[in-house]
């Protein structure tokens, strides 16, 4: 069984950095994607950035491109958010999620993720 782990919140002020690390144990199989969401108290959750595997592409949402780079290391089957420059709007619950069945066909379309996978998630809070 697929398991994710995310690790890494925690409590910073506006400028200062934060590296999310999600570990994936129960396959050695690599995803097609993971992504990584947000959700804030009382809002819906957003994705922040999708990571493709295979090619690697990264895509971000525009709140936080320029700041956040997310990466994978192939050895410790473990993905990565780093996140610069927090601000106050960048607070919530993290959460990853892996998508194993989908895959890019013969012709190099790539169809959006659909995330079966999700981890528990990692707060973070950025003050002022």
């Known amino acids: 069984q697929v398991q994710l782990a995310e690790s890494g919140g925690g409590s910073v002020q506006a400028g200062e950095s934060l590296k999310l690390s999600c570990t994936i144990s129960?396959?050695?199989?690599?995803?097609?994607?993971v992504g990584w969401f947000r959700q804030a108290p009382g809002q819906e959750r957003e994705g922040v950035a999708t990571f493709y595997t295979i090619p690697r592409l990264s895509f971000y949402a525009d709140s936080v491109k320029g700041r956040f780079t997310a990466s994978r290391d192939d050895a410790k089957k473990s993905h990565y958010l780093q996140m610069n420059a927090l601000k106050p709007e960048d607070t919530g619950m993290y959460y990853c999620?892996?998508?194993?069945?989908?895959?890019?066909?013969?012709?190099?379309?790539?169809?959006?993720?659909?995330?079966?996978?999700w981890g528990q998630g990692t707060q973070v809070t950025v003050t002022v």
């Open positions: 129960g396959t050695d199989n690599s995803p097609y994607a």
């Open positions: 999620a892996a998508d194993y069945k989908t895959h890019c066909n013969d012709g190099g379309n790539c169809p959006t993720p659909d995330y079966t996978n």
